[in-house]
């Protein structure tokens, strides 16, 4: 399981101009890929580091500051561009195997206190944020 995540101080997501999830920072927007071998586990594992992780300012957490998180499914996170000009998508986990983790994330998270925005699992989003800093991390689980 991959996410990047980004501080912001706002973001949102948009289907067919429709806004379908939305935050207002401190906070964070985090684009989650999933691949074939990732577990609830793994999903649980990921949401607790993105509660706890301290990359707010004055180096704080979402926990600490009750901070939103807009969480995003990404499959191209696990796209492969080493061989020739177009990427394959062979990592990326399916969308019957992908979507219940991307969903777990954001149960484990709701369980953790945190307030959690979505975007629409498979649909065409445009994705709009503020990145402050900029500070952006590649997590790994």
Known sequence: MRAVVQRVTEASVTVAGETVGSILGPGLCVLVGVT??????????????LWSLRILEGE???????????????FT??????????????????GPVAEPLVDEVV?????????????????????SLVNDGPFTVLLEM
């Open 36 to 49: 074939h071998e990732d577990t609830p586990a793994q999903a649980a594992q990921l949401a607790r580091k």
């Open 77 to 94: 996170l696990y796209g492969d561009a080493r061989k020739g000009r177009r990427p394959t998508w062979n990592a990326a986990a399916p």
């Open 107 to 127: 149960a484990q998270l709701r369980g953790l206190g945190a307030t959690v925005a979505t975007g629409r699992f498979g649909a065409e989003m445009k994705v």
């Open 60 to 74: 704080k957490s979402c926990s600490d500051l009750s901070a939103p998180l807009l969480v995003v499914s990404q």
